[in-house]
Each structure stands twice: as C-alpha cells, then as structure tokens.
C-alpha cells in the first residue's frame, strides 16, 4: 500500500518535503523485513525524522541488520548507483566493496561503543567504476529506553575533496621541494661555473696585463733601439712602415712609401742582391738578414741599414705577413771601414816588401843551384814557402778589406767551369805535393762568372781540404751541370765539421772548435761565400766530424 497520503498520525515523520521523507513515503513498505511503515516503532520513526529534519549528512542504520535510512545531505555520498535502492535496506548490501572495512565498525557501535574517523579513506563502487573517498564520520549507538541498542547513529562528511586538494599540494610542494633542491644543486653549480669563470677571467686579465707589459717593453725596446718596422702583404704588396723606417729611407713622417721605390733606393751593387733576398724570403719563406747602403730620399744621405725579417703565414693560408725590422747601422759600418782601411793599408804595406822578399828568395834559389851549395836549398825552399802562405794570407786580407768596403767588381764573363778546374787541378799538382788532387769532371759547363773569383773560391775550398785532411789522403773536385745552375763539390777525407757548425763556417772570422793548432784567421770561406753570394749562387757543407767534408757551391749557367 502506498503512503501517498499518509502524512498526518503514523506517516507525521515523513511528512517533511525533503526529497528523502517523500521517497519513504511512497515507498512500499509492506513487503520488506521492517513491514508495514505504520508498524515501525516509534524509536524508529522519530529517529528518521531527526535525520531527515537535519542539514547535515546523516543516517541511521536500524536493528542487527542495519537498515538504512538517510536524508538529503547525505544522498550525493551514495552516487548513481546506490540511490535509492539502498532506503530501507540492510547498509552491508549496498556497500559491499568496503563492507570488510566499516562492517567491524558499526559491529563495534552494535556492542555499544561509539567510532569516530577522520579522513578515512574507502573506495567506493558508486559511480559505475571504483573511486577513492574520504570521509569523516561518527557513529554512535541508538540506546532504547531498556539501554539496549537499537541502531547506529552516523554523522558522515566526505572530505574527498579537501583531501585530493591536501594530496596535491603535498605532491605539489614535494616536487616544488624536488625542484628547489634542483635548483640549489644547479644553483650550487653555477657557484662554482661562475668561480671558475672568475679564475679565467683573473687570468685572462693577467695574461692581457701581461701582453700588454711584453708589449709596452717590445715598444721602449723597438724605440730605445730606435727601430723601424715594416710589414710586407704578400699578395697586394702593400708595404706598412712606422716613421722611424721612412726616417732612415730619407722620407717624412708621413711621406708614403712603397717597396718598389725603398728597393730603388739601395745602391745600385747591392740592389739585386737585397732585392733577390726579399723576394725569395716572401715567397720561398727563406732567410732575410741582410745588410745594405740606402740613399736618403730628400737628404741625399748614405745609411747602412741591416734588415731582419720573417714571414708569418696567415691561417687562412691565403696570403703571408712578412714583418720585421730595420735598424741604423752606419756607426758600426763607419768603424769597421776604419778597420777595413787599416788592415787594406798594413796588408798594402806588407805587400810591397813581402813582393821583394820573393824576388830576392827565388835569385837566391837560382845562385844557389848554380853554386851547387846543396846544403842551403832545402831551408830557402822552406822559407819560399812561408812566404808564399805569408802572401796569401795578406791577399785573403786584402781582399777582405776590398769586400767590405764594397771595392770589389765582379767582371763576368763566360767561360768553362769544368775547364777552369782542370787548370786549377795542374796548379794543385804543383803546389799542394802533400795530398792526391783530382777532377773527375769531362764535359764543359759554361758558366757567366767572375773567372778569378771563383778560382779563388775553389783555390780556398782545396787549400782547406788539404788543411783539415791527413797528408797523403786524396781531394776529390767534381762539376756537374743541373737544370739552370753549376755545381762543383770539393770532398775531403779530413776531420769533419759537427752538423751545429756547418752554418758557422761561413761566418767572417769564425773558426772551427775541430782545427786544434791549425792557424788561420777565419776569412777564407766567408771571402768564398761573398764571392759565390754576389753571383746569385749558393755555397754549403755536408759533413759529419771525423768522416770528411763536401764542400758545394752552384753559380748560374751561361745563357
Ligand atoms: P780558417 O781555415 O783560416 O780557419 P776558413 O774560413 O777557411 O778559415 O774556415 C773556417 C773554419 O771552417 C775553419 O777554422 C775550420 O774549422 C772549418 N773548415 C774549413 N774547411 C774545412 C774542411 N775541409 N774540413 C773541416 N773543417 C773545415
């Protein structure tokens, strides 16, 4: 029977207009365990009309079976599912998925205990898929008036909101903590990136500090040496000086200058010579020390110049820097004439005499072959002899002397090389009787060269083979022709030169750490080297000490 109208009398409790009270009201009661709703008991009845009058979520469950009743608060609590089919019936069959979890509970409250949660957290099957709650609830007993329990009274709030919110922001400010941490750690790092780019940049200041003292005493240096600078491009040519070298090339501070016009200026004997350098330093990356007479642009004024350079290749490798410095050095080139004219002048004087000498000497020879006074011919050989290495050392002197005050010509002419050689071979015979003197050489060379020059240069390049080789040991002279040049070689079997020397050699009055008490001056292979230098030519050594010496030198083939 429904209870449609029924809301005066038994029915009162329900006559509320909540969604619930209608919902019990129509509901028919008859049928269920609970029977007739006019049969409830009025515990019963005016409990659910507690819950029902309350705002806030309730329910009671009634008798051991715990049938449920609830109001309207409580209803979203039973989602889509459980509503309504859970009114008036037993609360453990509409909640079967936590029943092993709360069941206990509401035992303990059947046995006269109260229970009170907090956010305990159950997953409910309300909504069609299983989802996790939190509630806060208490459940106390309903006393009868005998003091036995009748029901459980439950006060229930879902918190699954507040607490989704609190589990954010745990998780929230764990990651903002892991964040932080993060932070702190790169933070840390950049401390200490920051630190080591503190130190680089200490040392990139003390390096520049540095570079700038080098290069503030590079300048007092450049300037109290009062150099000038120049720097050459190797493919525009450009030519960039500083004032002091358009100084020394007779030029104003700020008069241009280029390389054509510097070269125009050097003295016409040593024109080709620095010119053939440079180009060959800029483009060959050979040496450049070269010292030369300049005449002054506007003053018309002579300076010896000495120029040292190098050539720096850019990185890109497309074009080179050749850089360096020239620097005054007519007071030193003023003394050493000084000294040139002296020695020219004693050597001069010594000639003349040294010349008589040699005349008397050889009448003597003769008056005393004649006179058959056989006794007296060995000595004055012996002193012809002194005399004429007496005459050739005053001749190396004057020659010297001649070279550097730049008074010696070279009269070119062609002849044969080879030729020339086998001349000098017959000559060697005669002079040198200590040594084996020969010249493997058959083809002629024409060369255009100095004649005497050269013959100067191989006389010297035997006279010295057979200075530092053991007597009796043969001197090899060969000359060949290769591409456009002659190369004639003068081998020894003699002490050697040490490969750090061979360069040495033909420094002016450098002497050999191999000749012991050898005498010399150290002239001849520089005067060789002048000789062979000024015809465009090239002069050398290969040697190992102890195991004999070549000496090579090339001069340039007749047209
Ligand atoms: P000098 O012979 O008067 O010392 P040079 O200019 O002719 O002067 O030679 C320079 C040095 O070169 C010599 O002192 C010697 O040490 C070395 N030298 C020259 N020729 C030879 C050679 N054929 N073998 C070994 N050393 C040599």
Same mark, same amino acid.
């Given at each position: 029977m429904r209870n449609e109208n029924l809301t005066q009398g038994a029915f009162s409790f329900v006559n509320g207009s909540s969604e619930m009270a209608s919902l019990i009201r129509m509901? *028919? =009661?008859? &049928? +269920?365990? !609970?029977?007739? !709703?006019? +049969? =409830?008991?009025e515990m019963l009845k005016s409990m659910i009309a507690t819950v029902l009058a309350s705002p806030f979520p309730m329910h009671i469950c009634w008798g051991k079976q715990l049938f449920l009743f609830y109001n309207d608060a409580y209803?979203?609590? !039973?989602?889509? $599912?459980?509503?309504?089919?859970?009114? &008036? *019936?037993?609360i453990g069959d509409s909640f079967p998925e936590v029943w092993e979890q709360v069941g206990p509970l509401y035992q303990t409250v059947l046995e006269g205990q109260s229970v009170r949660h907090s956010d305990r957290e159950l997953i409910l099957n309300r909504n069609g898929s299983p989802e996790t709650c939190y509630f806060d609830f208490s459940y106390s007993p309903i006393i009868g008036r005998g003091g036995q329990v009748l029901g459980v009274m439950t006060y229930v709030v879902e918190t699954s909101v507040r607490k989704f919110a609190e589990i954010e922001k745990l998780k929230l400010s764990k990651s903002v903590y892991a964040i932080n941490e993060e932070l702190t750690t790169s933070n840390e790092e950049l401390v200490q990136a920051n630190e080591e780019l503190m130190a680089v940049q200490e040392h990139l200041k003390q390096t520049i500090n540095q570079l700038e003292e080098s290069d503030t005493s590079l300048r007092l240096a450049v300037e109290a040496a009062d150099f000038g600078i120049w720097h050459i491009h190797s493919l525009s040519r450009d030519f960039i000086t500083t004032p002091r070298l358009r100084e020394l090339f007779g030029l104003g501070h700020f008069e241009k200058i280029i390389i054509e016009q510097a070269i125009t200026q050097i003295r016409e004997d040593f024109r080709d010579y620095v010119s053939t350098t440079l180009e060959n330093a800029i483009y060959n990356n050979g040496e450049y020390d070269v010292t030369y007479p300049v005449i002054g642009l506007n003053d018309n004024k002579l300076r010896w110049l000495r120029a040292i350079g190098r050539l720096r290749a850019d990185p890109s490798g497309e074009f080179s820097d050749f850089t360096g410095v020239v620097m005054d050095v007519s007071d030193i080139k003023k003394d050493e004439e000084r000294k040139n004219d002296f020695i020219g002048m004693v050597s001069h004087e010594l000639k003349t005499p040294l010349t008589s000498i040699s005349a008397y000497l050889q009448f003597l020879e003769m008056q005393i072959s004649k006179a058959g006074a056989d006794n007296l011919q060995r000595p004055v050989a012996r002193v012809i002899m002194q005399v004429r290495k007496m005459s050739k050392m005053i001749e190396g002197f004057l020659d010297l002397a001649r070279f550097e005050s730049a008074k010696i010509q070279l009269n070119r002419e062609i002849f044969d090389l080879a030729g020339l050689c086998t001349e000098l071979e017959l000559e060697f015979a005669d002079q040198i009787g200590t040594h084996i003197i020969k010249f493997s050489g058959k083809e002629s060379v024409m060369v255009f060269a100095d004649r005497d020059k050269i013959a100067q240069v191989i006389n010297n390049l035997v006279g010295n083979a057979a200075k530092y080789s053991p007597n009796g040991s043969t001197i090899l002279m060969s000359c060949v022709r290769k591409k456009n040049i002659a190369m004639v070689s003068i081998q020894d079997q003699g002490i050697g030169v040490e490969g750090n020397e061979q360069v040495k !050699?033909?420094?002016?009055?450098y002497r050999g750490?191999? *000749?012991? $008490?050898?005498?010399?001056? &150290?002239i001849g292979l520089y005067l060789s080297a002048e000789i062979i230098n000024r015809h465009n030519g090239k002069i050398w050594v290969e040697s190992e000490a102890g195991n004999g010496s070549t000496f090579w030198f090339t001069v340039p083939l007749a047209n």
């Open positions: 509901k *028919n =009661w008859s &049928g +269920s365990p !609970l029977g007739a !709703l006019e +049969s =409830w008991p209803r979203p609590i !039973l989602g889509s $599912t459980k509503h309504p089919v859970a009114m &008036g *019936n037993p !050699l033909f420094e002016r009055y750490e191999n *000749n012991g $008490t050898i005498a010399g001056f &150290g």
